[in-house]
């Protein structure tokens, strides 16, 4: 999982345990009432001793009072004081700051209001640095000065105060579904989503089915400014059901998408989860499965540190109940109520691992009174070997991103 802190335990200056102080500053933040505060000794900053992280990454907290810890990001941690932080004084200016051998210099003053139980993240993505407040962007500012380091926490004093630190690299950042309309087949549906943020990968799920089986699989999946390729899908046939899951990855997706539409070879009853993440370098192994047994599960061994495992799950029966979560993080689920006897159920579930490990991603649900298939993709924060096969893939179903001016693309 992400490095993640409550700060639920002793008070402690600075922070100890999975927290260095950063070496160049010598104050370290605190640990307070069960809270990470600042340092009335001056400038503080502590980073995330327990994780080497990807030069894309985030670091995250929850605000508690007036003034808050800030999140940082690229903590260098050699001798000089480096580091990309937002600083969030009790009075004054909301800023992105470079701090580069202990001098500030400010990039960006998204200057927002913010209060008690906010989440406020620090993102940066080659050379992007996006603040944002509750999921929505509160401004950007690229910067080509600090390309690496840890992520952690900043304060200018001890009257500053945060909670619930989290940390990482790729990482889910919104999403949704939709279905087909009610009582009804159709071949395709469009569904309304958050507007995605730059730079930002659209992972959509697919799950369709009918009774009586009919072999129908997706033909597009299209939005305005965006490229999707399908990655991998399986259909699975049992009896008079049909059921079917396939995955569609759009990279590097413009700011402001709002829409997504599937279209299908025919008609069917369908669902469609998407979920949005930041950090992808590469698209690692796929694997599906398919079955009638209750508890659908799929496993894959990740090839780097922090990778993502996203897996879809389809169910077609008639009047079957809902996936609920067994192992990852339940994003989306929804079921379609077709005409006559096919009912549909999709859900969108992921996973991580700190350090290359078998990763699942299953629900629970009762045995399927027709059928299911699945379907997963991993995630990498590494572009990978450029091409030589890996776990018994070959280099042809894999993608790798490059970088240029220090972007992934």
């Known amino acids: 999982m992400a490095p993640a802190d409550n700060f639920n335990r002793a008070d402690e200056t600075p922070l100890g345990g999975n927290w260095s102080t950063h070496a160049g500053v010598g104050n ?44 940082a990001v690229r903590i260098r941690t050699s001798v000089q004081y480096d580091a990309y932080v937002v ?17 500030l210099t400010s990039l960006s003053t998204p200057n927002f209001a913010f209060a008690a139980g906010d989440v406020i993240r620090l993102t940066v993505v080659g050379t992007l640095l996006t603040v944002y407040k509750n999921g929505v962007s509160q401004g950007s500012v690229t910067d080509t000065v600090l390309a690496t380091g840890s992520a952690g926490v900043f304060g200018d004093s001890a009257s500053v105060v945060a909670d619930n630190w989290s940390g990482g690299s790729i990482f889910f950042v919104q999403g949704g579904s939709a279905v087909t309309p009610p009582n009804t087949h159709a071949n395709s549906v469009t569904m309304t989503i958050p507007a995605t943020i730059a730079n930002d990968d659209l992972v959509v799920m697919v799950e369709n089915g009918d009774d009586p089986a009919t072999t129908i699989t997706v033909l597009s999946v299209t939005a305005t400014g965006a490229t999707f390729s399908r990655q ?30 599937v279209t299908w070879t025919g008609l069917t009853v369908g669902v469609v989860t998407i979920g949005e993440y930041i950090g992808v370098q590469a698209l690692g192994q ?25 897996a879809g799950f389809c169910d077609e ?27 549909v159920r999709g859900a969108l579930v ?34 990978g070997d450029g091409g030589a096969a890996q776990q018994g893939i070959g280099a042809s179903s894999r993608q790798y991103y490059g970088l240029t001016a220090g972007r992934i693309r």
């Not at 600083?87 to 470079?98: A, E, L």
């Not at 046939?237 to 997504?260: D, K, L």
């Not at 009638?292 to 495992?309: C, E, F, G, I, R």
């Not at 809902?322 to 006897?341: M, V």
């Open 317 to 343: 029966a008639t009047a079957q109940g809902a996936f609920t979560k067994l192992t990852g993080i339940l994003r989306f689920e929804q079921g379609a109520l077709g005409n006559g006897a096919p009912d």
């Open 286 to 310: 796929q694997t599906t499965a398919i079955g009638t047994a209750a508890n659908p599960s799929l496993s894959l061994t990740t090839q780097d540190s922090d990778n993502v495992m996203v």
């Open 28 to 71: 370290g933040c605190g640990l307070f009432s069960n809270q990470v505060i600042g340092n009335n000794a001056g400038l503080a900053c502590s980073f995330w001793n327990a994780t080497t992280f990807p030069d894309n990454q985030y670091s995250q907290i929850v605000v508690v009072g007036t003034g808050s810890v800030g999140p």
């Open 232 to 261: 991998a899908g399986i259909g699975n046939t049992v009896g008079t059901h049909y059921a079917n899951a396939e995955c569609w990855v759009a990279h590097m997706v413009p700011a402001g998408i709002t829409s997504v539409t």
């Open 87 to 103: 600083y969030m004084p009790v009075s004054g200016t909301v800023t992105i700051y470079r701090i580069q051998n202990g001098t």
């Open 350 to 383: 992921d996973n991580d691992t700190a350090a290359p490990a078998s990763v699942t991603c299953a629900v629970t649900h009762g045995a399927s009174g027709g059928a299911w298939a699945a379907v997963a993709l991993e995630l990498r924060t590494t572009q």
